[in-house]
């Protein structure tokens, strides 16, 4: 029989913890695929032993490209929900009959484990929070959400809704941010439900450093701003270079006028400035031009 609801576990060096992420989601689940994502451990035999059907890569490729690959495999089963959880014991699997309930409903499109509204509970440390506040900032930058948690990767997606979110192209951790923003533009109903996640007493559940991780994070979200609104994030600080360009060159002018002194320091100044401004705004009016003819083009399509 074709499966009505499949977990999606993205996996690397997770010998420690895939079998009881995989157990007890099968619980909840009529199958559970999971991308082995070049592990040089048994994370991947385990996970097949257990009864899970493993997308192997060769090399660790990253979470963005090891979902691409998962809803690859998923779109094949045509599914009714599609869950997605992590391999490292942060999320709980007996937790997945509360994303499942907003959609069974018919209340949500896209259902989001969240640590960060009420009920939700989470021992994240000092570092992690206020990386997660900076990154939430930035991503209200791309899109009006309301969703707190924008870096839970515990999620369940109808099928539709799956469709509509597959076209993120980080292959890292950015990946939550790009389908939290293309569903805001597909006009999704996005909902959070509470739920606890652990970090004390796991392995170290990031293969990355902090800064490096969060970095990737927000140079995505930086990426997607500029992308989405160009005019306003490139356009706008372009004039204002080109504004200032102006009044210090007429200063410049206006003070040698005066006392036949030219200021090298305010001439340089005043050329940065005019680089600076004028590379922004032609940037700005390629990516608005470059926007405009890719909706033009998808509405053709369509």
Do not use: W
Request: charged content about 25%.
């Amino acid at each position: 029989m074709k499966p009505l609801i499949v977990a999606c576990i993205p996996a690397y060096n997770e010998e420690r913890t895939i079998a009881r992420v995989v157990v007890e989601a099968q619980r909840y689940v009529d199958k559970v695929i999971v991308c082995d994502d070049g592990s040089t451990d048994l994370t991947g035999e385990i996970a097949r032993r257990l009864g899970a059907e493993v997308v192997r890569h060769e090399r660790n490729m990253g979470k963005g490209a090891a979902l691409r690959d998962l809803f690859r495999v998923v779109k094949e089963y045509d599914p009714k929900i599609i869950v997605v959880l992590d391999a490292d014991g942060q999320h709980d699997p007996n937790d997945i009959p509360k994303l499942l309930e907003p959609l069974v409903r018919g209340e949500a499109d896209l259902v989001i484990g969240s640590r960060y509204v009420r009920g939700g509970e989470a021992d994240t440390p000092i570092y992690r929070r206020i990386g997660l506040k900076i990154i939430t900032f930035f991503n209200r930058g791309v899109v009006k959400s309301a969703v707190k948690d924008t870096q839970s990767g515990f999620r369940a997606f109808t099928m539709e809704a799956l469709e509509e979110c597959l076209a993120f192209e980080s292959n890292g951790f950015g990946v939550e941010s790009e389908q939290i923003t293309l569903a805001a533009k597909k006009g999704l109903r996005v909902k959070e439900v509470p739920i606890k996640i652990r970090y004390r007493g796991l392995p170290r559940t990031s293969k990355k450093s902090p800064f490096l991780q969060g970095s990737e994070i927000i140079s995505i979200v930086l990426k997607m701003v500029v992308e989405e609104r160009p005019l306003l994030y490139l356009g706008l600080p372009g004039i204002i270079f080109v504004l200032l360009a102006i009044a210090l060159g007429t200063y410049l002018l206006l003070l040698f006028n005066v006392t036949r002194y030219f200021s090298l320091p305010i001439a340089i100044i005043t050329l940065g400035s005019s680089v600076i401004g004028i590379t922004l705004i032609v940037s700005a009016l390629t990516l608005y031009g470059l926007n405009r003819l890719v909706k033009r083009i998808k509405a053709i399509k369509f």
